[in-house]
C-alpha cells in the first residue's frame, strides 16, 4: 500500500479510496474477524512535494465491497493520532516510519463478506495555515489506499454508524485541517465521532 503520491483536493472522490483502487480487481484477502490486519508503507523518496516523510495521524476503515464505497458507508474502525504530551508528541507516521508497518485491530464479530479496507496516513507539515488543496506547497496531504478483503468466521454484525467520507473531510476545502493556533492536544481527526475510535495509546 501507499506507492501512491497523496491526494491534495478534499473535493475529490480520489480521497475515498483513489478511482483506480476502488476499481481493482485484484484477488481479496481472506481474514478472520477479530484478527490483526498489517498495513505496510512504501514512501516514494526523494519526494517532490516534501523534504520529510508524512508527519501526522493514520485512521482505518471499512465499507462494503457492495457499496462502491459511495455514501454513508464508511465505519472507522481504528485510528492513531499521537502518543506522549504537547511538546513532544510522537504521531502516529513516526511509528510507521520506525517500523515500517501498523498493525490493525479488526473487530470482533463482524458479518463475514467482501469489504473496501482504507488506510490512510494525513501529513499536515503543509495544513498549520494553508487549505489550498490544488497546490502542493499548501494544505494537508492524504495518504491514502484500499485492499480488498474478505471477512471469514460466524460473526453477525454490521458496521456500525457508516459516515461519508466526503462529507466528513469536505470543510477542509477552505479550512485549514490543523490551524498553526491549534495545540496538538486539540488535534481531531476527520470522521472522530466514528465508533471504534482508538486514539493516544
Known sequence: MYKHMPVIDVQSFDLVCRTPDMNATAAFFPIADGSTLRVTWDVETPSPYSNLTPNGPCSFWLAPYSSKGKGKVWSKIHQFTYKGNDDACKWCSSFIKDKGYYDVPLPKGIAPGKYYFRAEVIDHNGARDKSNYLDFTAGAHYYVDCNLIEIT?????????????MDAYKKYYKTPLFPSTMKNTEFVMPGDDAPFRTANF
Do not use: A, W
Open 153 to 165: 468466521g460466524t460473526g453477525t454484525d454490521s458496521l456500525k454508524s457508516p459516515i461519508s467520507i
